[in-house]
């Protein structure tokens, strides 16, 4: 016999390691040989070094892919394991026979470069599809939308409140009335005319001074706002002009499609983090759809100014909200503790400079 032919059959040590009885975790050191192109696994512990533990043809046995860092898998035919850490080794063994094609994820993880750039296009994708493709998305989405949708999740919204945070109001019936007076009549200037809107008298509890509207055309007054007001009945009237804008621009709905189409992007790059868009649509969603864009606040206040001067109450009536909101409150910030209601100095001077518009122009309020 050659030499050649000699080395080729000797014993050669792969790599060490453990090795696993069939199904069993217990753990034996151990090295992995190859013998003539079959692979056997010797104990390595001393009373039992050299031990014969498994042995099998290599068409018989199967190596796990590599995948960066994590042990090596050779299962025999028993269904006997032997674990290794040296995956260079195990790799060196299979490209000597032929077989050095490493696993897809594991070859990402040694391309880097691949990797990164797959990142940045990812992140490039999402960015664009947000910038652009989903304010359209909202847009027909909202377009689309049937009545039922937002009076559902109104509904939702309002029967969670009332059951977590409002009270019943306890402003005298007479109150009530003169203000319900003072809204129907800005509100028959609104699209869709009074009947559309439903004024709704809360104690806010820990919500406190505010006041809100739901997608279906309810709002919210909570006796602390009609309290803060001090007995100025424009000012809640333009409190509730504002709120009747945020209905006519459908900002509510903008606002819950907006973030249904983010869960969306979140869900396409990372998969499922989880359910929960019928909780959105119902309970959730009319929750988050009270916090809205600056743009839409702006829209809401010019709005609000239109719906005043057209039902001959003081179009500035707004601005003494946020004059409220700086000295009773102390509010000198671009945000408020009314998170639906942020109120600045530079919201107040917008609403004074668009009644002044107005007036100058004698524009025709829309209506």
Same mark, same amino acid.
């Given at each position: 016999?050659?030499?050649?032919? /000699?080395?080729?059959?000797?014993?050669? %040590?792969?790599?060490?390691?453990?090795?696993?009885?069939? @199904?069993?975790? =217990? *753990?034996?050191?151990?090295?992995?040989?190859?013998?003539?192109?079959?692979? &056997?696994?010797?104990?390595?512990?001393?009373? *039992?070094?050299?031990?014969?533990?498994?042995?099998?043809?290599?068409?018989?046995?199967?190596?796990?892919? =590599?995948?960066?860092?994590?042990?090596?898998?050779?299962?025999?035919?028993?269904?006997?394991?032997?674990?290794?850490?040296?995956?260079?080794?195990?790799?060196?063994?299979?490209?000597?026979?032929?077989?050095?094609?490493?696993?897809?994820?594991?070859?990402?993880?040694?391309?880097?470069?691949?990797?990164?750039?797959?990142?940045?296009? %990812?992140?490039?994708?999402?960015?664009?599809?947000?910038?652009?493709?989903?304010?359209?998305?909202?847009?027909?989405?909202?377009?689309?939308?049937?009545?039922?949708?937002?009076? &559902?999740?109104?509904?939702?919204?309002?029967? /969670?409140?009332? #059951?977590v945070t409002f009270g019943p109001s306890k402003l005298p019936a007479a109150q009530q009335t003169?203000?319900?007076?003072?809204?129907? %009549?800005?509100?028959?200037?609104?699209?869709?005319?009074?009947?559309?809107?439903?004024?709704?008298?809360?104690?806010?509890?820990?919500?406190?001074?505010?006041?809100?509207?739901?997608?279906?055309?309810?709002?919210?007054?909570?006796?602390?706002?009609?309290?803060?007001?001090?007995?100025?009945?424009?000012? !809640?009237?333009?409190?509730?002009?504002?709120?009747?804008? @945020?209905?006519?621009?459908? +900002?509510?709905?903008?606002?819950?499609? =907006?973030?249904?189409?983010?869960?969306?992007?979140?869900?396409?790059?990372?998969?499922?983090?989880?359910?929960?868009?019928?909780?959105?649509?119902? #309970?959730?969603?009319?929750?988050?759809?009270?916090?809205?864009? =600056?743009?839409?606040?702006?829209?809401?206040?010019?709005?609000?100014? *239109?719906?005043? #001067?057209?039902a001959g109450m003081d179009p500035t009536a707004l601005s003494?909200?946020?004059?409220?909101?700086?000295?009773?409150?102390?509010? +000198?910030?671009?945000?408020? &503790?009314?998170?639906? +209601?942020?109120?600045?100095?530079?919201?107040?001077?917008? !609403?004074?400079?668009?009644?002044?518009?107005?007036?100058?122009?004698?524009?025709?309020?829309?209506?």
């Open positions: 016999m050659s030499m050649d032919s /000699t080395l080729a059959s000797d014993p050669q %040590t792969i790599a060490t390691g453990v090795w696993h009885p069939p @199904h069993s975790s =217990r *753990e034996v050191p151990s090295r992995l040989m190859d013998i003539g192109g079959s692979l &056997m696994v010797l104990s390595s512990e001393e009373d *039992e070094e050299d031990k014969r533990l498994a042995w099998g043809i290599r068409s018989d046995i199967e190596v796990s892919p =590599r995948v960066g860092s994590i042990p090596r898998r050779i299962v025999f035919g028993n269904e006997s394991v032997f674990e290794t850490c040296d995956n260079d080794a195990v790799d060196a063994y299979l490209r000597s026979r032929g077989e050095g094609r490493s696993g897809f994820v594991h070859g990402l993880e040694i391309v880097r470069p691949r990797l990164i750039a797959f990142a940045l296009a %990812t992140i490039v994708l999402a960015s664009v599809i947000y910038r652009y493709a989903l304010p359209i998305l909202v847009e027909i989405a909202v377009l689309a939308t049937p009545p039922v949708v937002p009076e &559902m999740m109104s509904a939702g919204t309002l029967k /969670t409140l009332d #059951q003169e203000i319900r007076n003072d809204f129907a %009549t800005i509100a028959a200037n609104a699209e869709g005319g009074a009947g559309r809107y439903h004024l709704n008298f809360r104690d806010g509890g820990l919500i406190g001074p505010n006041a809100f509207a739901l997608p279906d055309g309810n709002l919210v007054l909570t006796d602390q706002l009609v309290e803060l007001a001090g007995g100025d009945k424009e000012l !809640i009237a333009a409190v509730l002009g504002h709120e009747i804008g @945020h209905v006519e621009y459908r +900002h509510s709905l903008r606002q819950l499609y =907006r973030a249904a189409g983010v869960a969306g992007l979140v869900l396409l790059i990372a998969g499922d983090v989880g359910s929960g868009i019928q909780d959105l649509l119902t #309970q959730g969603g009319g929750l988050l759809a009270l916090s809205y864009s =600056r743009e839409a606040e702006a829209q809401a206040d010019r709005r609000s100014v *239109e719906l005043m #001067q057209a003494r909200f946020f004059d409220i909101l700086e000295t009773k409150l102390g509010n +000198h910030s671009s945000t408020s &503790m009314l998170s639906t +209601h942020p109120g600045t100095p530079e919201r107040k001077q917008a !609403i004074l400079g668009y009644a002044r518009e107005l007036k100058e122009k004698g524009t025709k309020p829309k209506g």
